[in-house]
């Protein structure tokens, strides 16, 4: 499997290193609850198809990485930078 | 009182060469690692050019002018290597000395990317990596910065803890492609 970083282009996938599912995202609030923490800590669908996960690119630009890709397939959908995704600090 | 002497990273290991190919020690003055505060990479680049001669790099690329050079490093990070960073550029940017951190190798010779090419994953193509190309990836299992310098040259940045473990790694890669060539009767 490939992966093309947004800043350092496509990279043989040893680069990088998967976090889980991008429900890590949407972090709920302190006390937003058992039943809310439980489902964002451990609860996950285990799609054949589509998923959207966070990956790291520890071996190349260090930067978090939203990748769509294909379970079935193995195929890469898509790649944004989390930060882009998230509204998150930005230099530019 | 002691008396401490100075060691490069690569001391007593390097220059080798092998067939065509030449593995050496480069000993900058200074390495800092430049990251623009949100909002000020253009104030930074100007303040870099102005300093150093050298504008603040977009991903994958270097540059040099003089005996500095400044590469890409990472997300908004970029490596200046050579004299140390002039300090208003700390004006722009959080400046992190890390000249001890590093050891800096350099490849040359005809058959240079073909060596590295035993131990790094991306493509050292003349089309896709160019003179004054850079990549963050890896040398075998360590985590490097290879720039290409010039047609047979490239430039590579490592861990100093690992300067013995890339320093053997690429002496059997270029023992290989020598061994490898010596095979071949020549056309
Ligand atoms: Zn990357």
Same mark, same amino acid.
Request: charged content about 25%.
């Given at each position: 499997m490939r992966i093309t970083c947004p800043l350092c282009g496509d990279r043989d996938s040893r680069e990088f290193s998967i976090r889980g599912?991008?429900?890590?995202?949407?972090r709920p609030a302190p006390d937003a609850g058992e039943a809310a923490w439980d489902d964002y800590l451990h609860l996950r669908d285990n799609p054949a198809g589509e998923t959207a996960e966070l990956w790291y690119h520890g071996a190349g630009c260090a930067a978090w990485l939203r990748v769509r890709r294909?379970?079935?397939?193995?195929?890469?959908?898509k790649v944004d930078l989390v930060r882009d995704v998230t509204g998150g600090d930005h230099a530019d | 009182m002691a008396r401490l002497i100075a060691k490069s990273a690569a001391s007593g290991l390097l220059p080798i060469r092998i067939g065509t190919v030449t593995l050496t020690e480069e000993t900058p003055a200074a390495i800092t690692a430049l990251m623009p505060f949100a909002g000020k990479p253009r104030a930074l680049s100007v303040a870099l050019k102005a300093a150093h001669g050298v504008a603040f790099p977009g991903p994958n690329r270097s540059s040099a002018k003089g005996g500095t050079r400044v590469c890409w490093s990472g997300l908004d990070q970029a490596f200046l290597i050579g @004299?140390?960073?002039? /300090? @208003?550029l700390a004006d722009h940017a959080a400046l992190v000395d890390q000249t001890d951190a590093w050891a800096v190798l350099h490849l040359e010779g005809e058959d240079a990317a073909e060596v590295l090419a035993r131990l790094t994953p991306i493509s050292l193509s003349r089309d896709s990596f160019k003179r004054g190309h850079a990549a963050r990836s890896l040398l075998g299992h360590m985590t490097a910065l290879i720039i290409?310098?010039? /047609?047979q040259g490239f430039t590579i940045l490592i861990f100093r803890s690992m300067a013995a473990t890339a320093t053997h790694e690429l002496d059997v890669a270029m023992r290989g492609v020598a061994a490898r060539a010596a095979l071949q009767p020549p056309p």
């Open positions: 599912h991008e429900t890590y995202l949407d294909n379970t079935v397939t193995h195929e890469v959908l | @004299d140390p960073a002039q /300090a @208003d290409r310098t010039g /047609a």
